[in-house]
């Protein structure tokens, strides 16, 4: 029999100076669904027989070492597949630093998690916020390394136990002043997620994390786990735990139907996915992938 758990929460309205550009509310619901109740979607007893036709991917255990949703820290390191392969240059790359700047010629990141910065910034510069500045973006080990040196084991870890090898997280400062106190570190804290981006390291969290807190460093992680996130209060490490526990997640941001589901990963493993609906595929870079079904 399946059992459903539902469970409606309500994010608190978001300061409502935004004209209509956030998000008023996400609802997220979560099901503990046997591994043998996956395929079809239960639809309350509906009284047609509209079952969903589910495909299947493919799943290699390299593809736990790949994604967005990447667990990297002193436990899990980033595999030589996880690094992102849209890394480029922001100092050469005009289009992509409009509206903000980038403190010197070497910072790199993904071009896809640039291109989500910049609407960001769009929409923070929208709200009279616009002098944010990427410190730092995407490291190789050898960078890491020397920073590791020099920073010390509280603020940086050591080279290949970094997100900023990945390419998906960034260093972001304020012209101003302090991210601490800045309008942009503020303004971050409050909407980092509606555009797919985390606090990585918050203040009250540091036991998790195992690392103190970081006004500036962002991570992205994409929709809807950004939201989910900031809803729950969870850090990635929990966050990953409780898409672990609940197996499926329903989660609906700005009027949007999304559905994450975890899957563990041992050797190649098939997934079922609904016909026609478009999904992202990451790894956990642990033990598993999370599949999620796109609006
Ligand atoms: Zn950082």
Same mark, same amino acid.
């Given at each position: 029999?399946?059992?459903?758990?539902?469970?409606?929460?309500?994010?608190?309205?978001?300061?409502?100076?935004?004209?209509?550009?956030?998000?008023?509310?996400?609802?997220?619901?979560?099901?503990?669904?046997?591994?043998?109740?996956?395929?079809?979607?239960?639809?309350?007893?509906?009284?047609?027989?509209?079952?969903?036709?589910?495909?299947?991917?493919?799943?290699?255990?390299?593809?736990?070492?790949?994604?967005?949703?990447?667990?990297?820290? &002193?436990?899990? !390191?980033? +595999?030589?597949?996880? @690094?992102?392969?849209?890394?480029?240059?922001?100092?050469?790359? %005009?289009? *992509? /630093?409009?509206?903000?700047?980038?403190?010197?010629?070497?910072?790199?990141?993904?071009?896809?998690?640039?291109?989500?910065?910049?609407?960001?910034?769009?929409?923070?510069?929208?709200?009279?916020?616009?002098?944010?500045?990427?410190?730092?973006?995407?490291?190789?080990?050898?960078?890491?390394?020397?920073?590791?040196?020099?920073?010390?084991?509280?603020?940086?870890?050591?080279?290949?136990?970094?997100?900023?090898?990945?390419?998906?997280?960034?260093?972001?400062?304020?012209?101003?002043?302090?991210?601490?106190?800045?309008?942009?570190?503020?303004?971050?804290?409050?909407?980092?997620?509606?555009?797919?981006?985390?606090?990585?390291?918050?203040?009250?969290?540091?036991?998790?994390?195992?690392? &103190?807190?970081? !006004?500036? +460093?962002?991570?992205? @992680?994409?929709?809807?786990?950004?939201?989910?996130?900031?809803? %729950?209060? *969870? /850090?990635?490490?929990?966050?990953?735990?409780?898409?672990?526990?609940?197996?499926?997640?329903?989660?609906?941001?700005?009027?949007?139907?999304?559905?994450?589901?975890?899957?563990?990963?041992?050797?190649?493993?098939?997934?079922?996915?609904?016909?026609?609906?478009?999904?992202?595929?990451?790894?956990?870079?642990?033990?598993?992938?999370?599949?999620?079904?796109?609006?």
């Amino acid at each position: 029999m399946k059992k459903w758990v539902f469970l409606l929460v309500m994010l608190l309205p978001l300061g409502c100076e935004a004209i209509q550009q956030e998000p008023q509310a996400i609802n997220v619901e979560y099901s503990n669904t046997g591994d043998q109740a996956r395929e079809a979607a239960p639809q309350k007893k509906a009284p047609t027989k509209t079952q969903t036709k589910a495909q299947t991917i493919k799943v290699t255990k390299s593809q736990v070492y790949q994604g967005n949703l990447l667990l990297v820290n &002193k436990q899990y !390191p980033v +595999h030589e597949e996880g @690094v992102t392969a849209d890394v480029v240059n922001l100092f050469r790359d %005009k289009e *992509l /630093t409009q509206g903000y700047v980038v403190l010197d010629k070497t910072i790199r990141l993904s071009q896809d998690v640039a291109q989500k910065f910049q609407t960001m910034v769009n929409a923070a510069a929208k709200e009279g916020v616009s002098s944010f500045m990427i410190s730092s973006g995407y490291r190789d080990n050898k960078e890491q390394g020397q920073l590791y040196k020099s920073m010390g084991a509280d603020y940086a870890l050591p080279a290949g136990y970094s997100e900023h090898n990945l390419g998906l997280s960034l260093d972001i400062g304020s012209t101003q002043t302090e991210m601490n106190r800045a309008p942009e570190g503020k303004w971050l804290q409050k909407n980092a997620w509606a555009y797919g981006f985390i606090l990585r390291y918050p203040k009250d969290k540091t036991e998790i994390t195992g690392i &103190k807190y970081e !006004p500036w +460093h962002f991570r992205y @992680v994409g929709l809807p786990h950004s939201a989910i996130m900031q809803e %729950k209060n *969870l /850090t990635l490490e929990q966050y990953l735990d409780f898409l672990k526990e609940q197996k499926k997640v329903s989660a609906t941001v700005e009027g949007k139907a999304y559905e994450v589901s975890y899957y563990p990963v041992s050797g190649n493993t098939s997934i079922p996915v609904p016909v026609g609906r478009s999904y992202e595929l990451s790894g956990n870079n642990m033990d598993g992938v999370i599949v999620t079904l796109l609006p």
